[in-house]
């Protein structure tokens, strides 16, 4: 059998070792391995067929079974570890060993090179030792430059690389290549026709001699004169090949159990360093394409811990808040914010991490120009990586949004106002004319050379009206003023009743044109909080909305309610019902959408009842609407009452207003 695998060329090594007197390698070369069965008890060689398997294993090594026994005994062999079994009756089991050799096809040492290490060879365990000391307090490429310089100088070898799988798995990049005294650069080559080749195929992989010839496509080992080659496959912890570990010597390389086992032991140091390297490399890649996931993000963006530190910003935020991100990560708004701002802010963030719920809040800010700013910050809490929950906020610049709304809010006035001209014209016209009246009349008496006693009372008399139509042009003038004021910031306590009577005023000739009868039922309530022309250009929509309901040939009947009460002490409710025509089911579904409208082209613009909507919202309050067609509409105002502790004017919050 021994010279039929020589005379094939297989270059196999043949040794003999009985089971019962010798103490088993601690690896086996690839090759085969084959036990002969003397057919004893079935346990006794089972037990064998175990041993051997359990160090065959690590070297990739085929462990045949020549045994007699029956096919079911043959396969309690193969499941206790044996590759094949192969029957030694009659003339076939050789040449079926001869073919299984070939099938492998696993290479190793040459009968010519076995013996003894050469006697330059440092000795194994002194080698260890040395390769021990010089990598362990290496990491990165520095271990493998440290590696294939120790590994060539303790084996006396000539080169010694160590290589990175490619992700095609075709070919082969150096990370460090010692030859000949010095680092050579790093090269990439293909797998194909290389001992390389055989070596991610079978982990380890040794050719004592002549390895050129055997691989003539190889240029490398022809370049550099290279006769003998020893290497051991790198795996990851999931037992993927990920590179190659190799020596190499232009002279006989000569290898024992010791040596195969020592650079397996170093194969797989290196292979979890590689491993080490590439997840470090796939967390750095991670982290650039977040920031720059993070950056493409036009608006501010930012990420907290649950202690409120910044953990992760975008350059959106780094700009609106006038600092690096270097200076912002790993601290928080305590760090740069007075006191009482740091805690509104980590109240908003706390009451998000606490309830798990989405957050929303909006704050005035001064930027680093001086300008103010309207800005939105959305809050969401999300599981972190160390399972304690995280915070990302997302912040909308809102000031031209804000601009626009304040523009539509002013067209919308003008718009009302359009539609009231022709009726304030006419209570300013009424008072003004007797007041003009009047006046002619005291320019006239005082004219007289002297006034007779009994003259005086009516001269008082005038005076007096004139005063009244003097101040009913002023109460007009301020309720038009009131209503088209454009201080929309500005907020503060604002008594209900007040606001009713000055919209009413503004209405009255409409009221009167339309012969409406007007109901009040105004119950005592508080003031609430919020801005005067803002409020009064809601009421004043819902009226002129009312009038406009009231079919246009109906001489009488027309009858309009507005009534305010409070609700728990914390709520004003204002009511105001109209018996109009009314509206359908459809028609209240979307009347709140802008530029929805069911009056004709030219008569409305579809936006007052969205503003309005926007407005009772903005104050914290909520609009409804009740209607049946044919019967009348009722719209219903619920808006918070002011509270003691808000009796002040609250000062507008700032945003990280850094300079």
């Known amino acids: 059998m ?27 070369p690839p090759g085969l391995v084959v036990l002969w069965d003397v057919e004893g008890p079935m346990e006794r060689a089972l037990g064998s067929c175990r041993r051997l398997a359990s160090v065959c294993s690590l070297s990739r090594t085929c462990l045949v079974m020549l045994t007699r026994r029956s096919l079911a005994e043959q396969e309690e062999l193969i499941r206790a570890g044996a590759s094949e079994c192969i029957s030694p009756a009659g003339e076939q089991w050789a040449p079926n060993l001869l073919t299984l050799a070939r099938r492998m096809g696993i290479p190793s040492r040459s009968h010519e090179a076995s013996g ?22 290496d990491l990165g490429h520095d271990f493998f430059r440290t590696l294939v310089k120790q590994l060539a100088e303790a084996f006396r070898v000539t080169c010694a690389m160590v290589g990175q799988m490619l992700p095609e798995h075709d ?27 055989n070596t991610v195929a079978c982990s380890i992989c040794h050719y004592a001699d002549e390895v050129s010839r055997q691989f003539p496509e190889d240029l490398m080992l022809t370049d550099l004169g290279l006769r003998g080659y020893l290497g051991a496959a790198l795996r990851s912890s999931k037992g993927e090949v990920i590179g190659v570990l190799a020596i190499l010597h232009d002279q006989l390389l000569d290898a024992g159990e010791m040596d195969f086992a020592l650079l ?44 409120h530190r910044w953990v992760a910003v975008n350059s959106a935020f780094c700009q609106l808040v006038g600092r690096p991100a270097q200076e912002l990560l790993g601290r928080s708004n305590v760090d740069f914010l007075p006191e009482q701002e740091a805690r509104t802010f980590w109240q908003q963030d706390e009451q998000s991490f606490t309830t798990h719920q989405p957050g929303e809040n909006e704050q ?29 906020a997302i912040i909308r610049d809102l000031t031209e949004h804000k601009r626009m709304e304040t523009q539509l809010r002013l067209a919308d006035r003008m718009t009302s106002m359009g539609t009231l001209a022709a009726g304030v014209a006419h209570e300013i016209n009424n008072p003004l004319a007797y007041v003009c009246s009047n006046l002619t009349f005291l320019q006239e008496q005082l004219a007289e050379p002297a006034l007779l006693p009994e003259a005086l009372p009516e001269l008082r008399e005038v ?27 500005r907020r503060g306590p604002i008594h209900i009743h007040q606001l009713i009577e000055g919209a009413l005023r503004l209405v009255r000739h409409e009221l009167q044109r339309g012969n409406v009868r007007l109901e009040r039922a105004l119950k005592p309530v508080p003031p609430i909080l919020g ?78 009842l969205a503003i309005c909507h926007s407005i009772i919202q903005s104050v914290g309050g909520q609009i409804e609407v009740r209607s049946t067609q ?23 919050e700032r945003l990280l207003a850094y300079g």
């Open 2 to 28: 021994e010279r039929e695998l020589q005379t094939a060329g297989l270059a196999i090594e043949c040794r003999h070792l009985a089971l019962e007197s010798h103490t088993l390698p601690s690896v086996f």
């Open 116 to 137: 003894a290490p050469g006697a330059s060879r440092v000795p194994p365990d002194r080698a260890l030792q040395t390769l021990l000391a010089a990598t362990t307090a």
């Open 171 to 197: 070919s082969i990049r150096t990370l460090a290549f010692w030859s000949r005294g010095a680092f050579q650069q790093d090269v990439t080559y293909p797998l194909s026709g290389t001992p390389c080749h």
């Open 264 to 307: 397996g032991a170093f194969a797989a140091r290196a292979g979890a360093e590689l491993e080490r390297i590439q997840a470090h490399a796939e967390l750095e890649r991670t982290r650039d394409f977040l920031r720059h996931t993070l950056d493409a993000v036009p608006d501010p963006l930012f990420v907290k811990d649950r202690s």
């Open 364 to 392: 005035s800010f001064i930027d680093t120009n001086g300008l103010p700013r309207a800005l939105l910050t959305k809050r969401a809490v999300f599981p972190g990586a160390d399972g304690q929950p995280a915070l990302v």
């Open 463 to 489: 005076v007096a009206e004139t005063q009244e139509g003097a101040n009913r042009v002023r109460a007009i003038v301020q309720d038009l003023k009131t209503y088209a004021r454009s201080d929309e910031e």
């Open 531 to 608: 801005n005067e022309a803002r409020l009064s250009q809601v009421l004043v929509n819902l009226l002129v909305n009312a009038l406009q309901a009231f079919p246009d040939k109906r001489p009488e009947g027309n009858r309009l309610r507005i009534s305010t009460w409070s609700k728990d002490s914390k709520w004003v409710m204002v009511e105001v019902e109209d018996n109009g025509s009314g509206m359908s089911a459809e028609v209240q579904q979307r009347i709140f959408d802008p530029f929805f409208t069911t009056k004709p082209v030219g008569v409305g613009t579809g936006l007052g």
């Open 630 to 652: 044919g019967r009348g509409t009722t719209f219903v105002l619920s808006l918070p009452a002011l509270q003691e502790q808000e009796d002040e004017e609250p000062k507008p």
